[in-house]
């Protein structure tokens, strides 16, 4: 039984973690992070007694405090308190289950102390996986992925990307698939909200409406695999039943399927090389009428075209993509820009930026924090 941090607990894959946990007892949770949602914190420190919890904003923390004082969980806040979550003595796995950027720091730290990752926050990889995957082969780390298509990577070359010739990265397409770009410029949240296949949190399913969570996708894939980006190829495939396939030297095609829930990679994650049960339902090929591929539309979708290139040109762009699409796509919640507007916030930023290549870790933070505030200038 693994023992671990759960960043993020709160979210929807924090929650499903904790449903995947319950359903077959892969893991004891010790540590838990959350940003503010204190009230469901709460329950699961009652429920799961774990050592510590951090909470992100100051004065929701010491609501907490107070909240728990009859438990023997001890509350922490800040970036430390995450940071002391994710490298506690009695931890071996760290689900790194946060939205955004906030994940590099503790996921560098936890792997630093000899820690295990399963990882969900593909901003971590995308922004500093240049660090992150030297530091994890020097530590002897393992870094588990919990995103869907990643996982079905892992699985499908059974860990080993040596003799890999091509990975195909499957998306849904979101729900915008098949419209124009002059469909879909004005197109609400509310209706970029509503996924066809998958539930999501609110930032992941907008990034997924505009492909840009495909690109970043693309990046992470590109670290974690070591796998060039010439040899990465995004297939649109609506019924997200294949979860992506890879490609060997003598051009068969090795896939994972099954229905669409996170679940699955959870647990995966948690209890590998070995599998279990974690309440998905099982696949009846009878019921399922096609498969359909389609090459991805990056004229209606250029977030995709954009993730490519920051890619390419390599050190601090990716960390500037991301810091960008993080700004706009709060900005699109909040309905502050239109739908397609978010890739045009994005390339104005990424056009201000000189990438520092070899990038330290000081330098891809400081290069978040500058797209943020560009994007923000440009609003």
């Not at 951090?54 to 728990?68: H, R, S």
């Not at 990882?119 to 660090?131: F, M, P, Q, R, S």
């Not at 891809?364 to 440009?378: H, N, Q, T, V």
Request: glycine share 6%; net charge negative; with cysteine.
């Amino acid at each position: 039984m693994k023992k671990i941090a759960l960043l993020g607990s709160t979210g929807s894959i924090g929650t499903q973690t904790l449903e995947v946990i319950d359903e077959n007892g892969c893991a004891e949770v010790e540590t838990i992070s959350v940003y503010s949602n204190i009230k469901l914190a709460e329950e699961q420190i009652r429920k799961y007694k774990p050592k510590l919890a951090a909470v992100m904003l100051e004065d929701k923390a010491k609501e907490l405090k107070i909240k728990v004082a009859d438990t023997s969980t001890k509350i922490l806040c800040g970036k430390d308190g995450i940071i002391s979550c994710a490298v506690h003595n009695n931890v071996d796995t760290v689900v790194t289950a946060v939205v955004g950027i906030s994940g590099l720091l503790p996921t560098m730290e936890a792997i630093k102390a000899g820690k295990d990752i399963a990882l969900a926050n593909k901003e971590t990889l995308v922004a500093g996986g240049c660090l992150v995957m030297p530091l994890a082969k020097q530590k002897g780390v393992k870094i588990l992925p919990v995103d869907s298509e990643h996982s079905a990577i892992f699985q499908s070359c059974n860990g080993d990307s040596r003799s890999l010739k091509k990975i195909l990265l499957t998306a849904s397409g979101g729900p915008f698939l098949g419209k124009k770009r002059n469909e879909i410029y004005n197109m609400t949240p509310a209706q970029a909200l509503k996924h066809p296949n998958w539930n999501m949190g609110a930032k992941v399913t907008i990034d997924s409406s505009t492909l840009m969570n495909k690109g970043l996708e693309v990046i992470e894939a590109s670290h974690l695999f070591n796998i060039p980006l010439d040899r990465i190829e995004v297939v649109v495939h609506p019924e997200s039943i294949i979860h992506s396939m890879v490609e060997y030297d003598d051009n068969s095609v090795i896939a994972q399927l099954s229905l669409p829930d996170m679940k699955l990679p959870i647990s995966y994650a948690l209890t590998y090389p070995e599998r279990r049960y974690c309440g998905t339902k099982e696949a009846n090929f009878f019921d399922i009428s096609s498969l359909t591929f389609k090459k991805p539309d990056t004229e209606a979708f250029p977030c995709l075209s954009l993730a490519f290139y920051a890619q390419e040109v390599g050190g601090t762009m990716p960390a500037v993509l991301n810091g960008a699409n993080e700004i706009a796509v709060s900005k699109f919640l909040n309905e502050k820009i239109c739908f397609g507007e978010i890739p045009e916030l994005i390339n104005n930023v990424m056009s201000k930026h000189s990438a520092v290549q070899n990038p330290s870790l000081d330098d891809i933070l400081k290069a978040d924090m500058w797209a943020r505030e560009a994007a923000e200038d440009c609003l």
